[in-house]
Nanobody, 114 residues
Framework: VQLQASGGGLVQVGGSLTLSCATS????????MGWYRQAPGKQRELVAT???????KYASSVKGRFAISRDNTKNTVYLQMNSLEPDDTAAYYC?????????WGQGTQVTVSS
């Protein structure tokens, strides 16, 4: 499975961005898709995940500002990011978890300027 992330960029504090990640193989109903991020000098951390049934999970730092969604007909997962803050600056990676096998996209950079 290959994942292609897009939508990153430079945005001012308080702005919005939408990330997209397309997978090369249609997600199964059991596939958990998610977004992670990694800032310079920090470990990769979970941002949000979504199950095939639409159950979502968010990091406390983004809850209420970010929204994850998926469109299985388009093999795509999205991350709508609102009220962006400088601490949201990071490389964002999409993830496709099928059973015990995890696939990663190449990352897309999000930079929030103050």
């Amino acid at each position: 499975v290959q994942l292609q992330a897009s939508g990153g960029g430079l945005v001012q504090v308080g702005g919005s961005l939408t990330l997209s990640c397309a997978t090369s193989r249609r997600p199964l109903s059991s596939t958990i898709m998610g977004w992670y991020r990694q800032a310079p000098g920090k470990q990769r951390e979970l941002v949000a995940t979504i199950t095939g049934g639409g159950r979502t999970k968010y990091a406390s730092s983004v809850k209420g500002r970010f929204a994850i969604s998926r469109d299985n007909t388009k093999n795509t997962v999205y991350l709508q990011m609102n009220s962006l803050e400088p601490d949201d600056t990071a490389a964002y990676y999409c993830n496709d978890l099928r059973g015990s096998v995890s696939y990663w996209g190449q990352g897309t950079q999000v930079t929030v300027s103050s």
